[in-house]
């Protein structure tokens, strides 16, 4: 993972989202973005993105995120983010999805995810939401939830 070149989409996660709840994701204000990469990486929630390819892809996941689906770093960013749901979960994931492309954000989902070994999780109490730049430029979506527990 290069740190550096993770600070501004780091930047656009947590702009996009303040945005858009009006809430911040960090309680507390930091003084250099570049500190943005390790804040996030020990935050004791998942945030996880994905771009705008046609299957996309996740694009980032901090420590809680990989740690809870049980992948690195590299097979993390290299996952197409509907393999996050087992396929009959897949349909619903897709409607959310949409939702929130539609309406920015959304508040308090709540559905089941898989890890890299099987094990099943329910997510509550996510918020989900759409990475748009200062431009009105579209770069994906994201999820953060600090709420989940495995089946």
Do not use: C
Request: proline share 4%; charged share 20%; net charge negative.
């Amino acid at each position: 993972m290069q740190v550096d070149s993770l600070v501004p989409h780091l930047m656009l996660l947590q702009d996009s989202y303040s945005r858009l709840t009006g809430r911040q994701l960090l309680a507390f204000e930091l003084s250099l973005p570049e500190r943005l990469a390790e804040a996030f990486d020990r935050a004791p929630f998942a945030l996880v993105s994905h771009g705008t390819e046609a299957d996309p892809v996740f694009n980032y996941g901090n420590q809680t995120a990989l740690d809870l689906f049980g992948m690195e770093w590299q097979t993390f960013t290299a996952l197409p983010s509907r393999y996050s749901a087992e396929q009959p979960n897949r349909e619903a994931r897709e409607r959310l999805l949409y939702e929130v492309k539609t309406h920015g954000f959304i508040d308090n989902y709540s559905g089941v995810r898989i890890a890299n070994d099987g094990r099943r999780f329910m997510i509550e109490r996510a918020t989900v939401w759409n990475l748009v730049d200062g431009d009105g430029g579209y770069h994906g979506q994201a999820a953060m939830f600090a709420d989940w527990y495995f089946l």
